[in-house]
């Protein structure tokens, strides 16, 4: 019950920093805003595991974690240099 | 012994809820990048510990109380690394902030520009 009550906090969070991500006057908004939302879902997974009564869904989120940190250096990479690194 | 934990897990999350809430409404409303990344990390600090603490707390396994801190010891570590190096590269890219200059002394302001 707590679980979903949380849940339902995390949904609105993440619908305010969806309007940042729609609404940004640079591209680095767009990017924190887009990994702030990441840490959101990352919470959000665990709490619905939680929620649903099967706590195994923070493997999930353990992936989350690591895919959101990479993403946000790819794309800052990539403003950065113009390239990913490759050739 | 039971509800006292469940009430303890309630009012993490309610605690993690309302930092969480505060750090997305910020993301909105504040100025510029370089304050948004101070919104941003109330987020991924005060909102990620309180939710990760209430669900170690209500948390049925070992295993998955380990998995949890795993979690919350990795978004420690990683959240101001990526808040830092959006500041970098938004400086770097040429984003001014927000507001006076405080960096250079009234006295020189003239001469320098």
Same mark, same amino acid.
């Given at each position: 019950m707590i679980a979903v009550a949380a849940l339902a906090a995390m949904a609105v969070a993440i619908l305010i920093a969806l309007i940042r991500v729609a609404h940004a006057p640079t591209a680095f908004d767009r990017v924190l805003a887009v990994n702030s939302i990441g840490t959101m879902i990352i919470l959000g997974i665990s709490l619905h595991g939680f929620a649903m009564g099967r706590p195994e869904f923070v493997d999930i989120s353990v992936l989350y974690a690591i895919l959101n940190f990479i993403g946000t250096f790819a794309v800052l990479k990539l403003f950065s240099t113009g390239t990913l690194g490759d050739k | 012994m039971d509800s006292v934990i469940y009430i303890l897990a309630g009012l993490c999350f309610a605690v993690g809820s309302v930092a969480i809430l505060i750090g997305s409404v910020g993301l909105v409303r504040m100025p510029d990048v370089f304050s948004r990344i101070h919104a941003a990390g109330m987020v991924d600090t005060a909102g990620v510990a309180f939710m990760i603490f209430g669900m170690v707390l209500l948390s049925p396994s070992w295993l998955v109380t380990v998995k949890l801190i795993l979690i919350g010891v990795f978004l420690f570590y990683t959240s101001p690394v990526s808040g830092h190096a959006i500041a970098l590269v938004a400086k770097e890219c040429g984003v001014k902030p927000e507001g006076?200059?405080? @960096? @250079?002394?009234p006295s020189e302001k003239g001469k320098a520009s």
């Open positions: - | 006076r200059d405080l @960096t @250079t002394p």
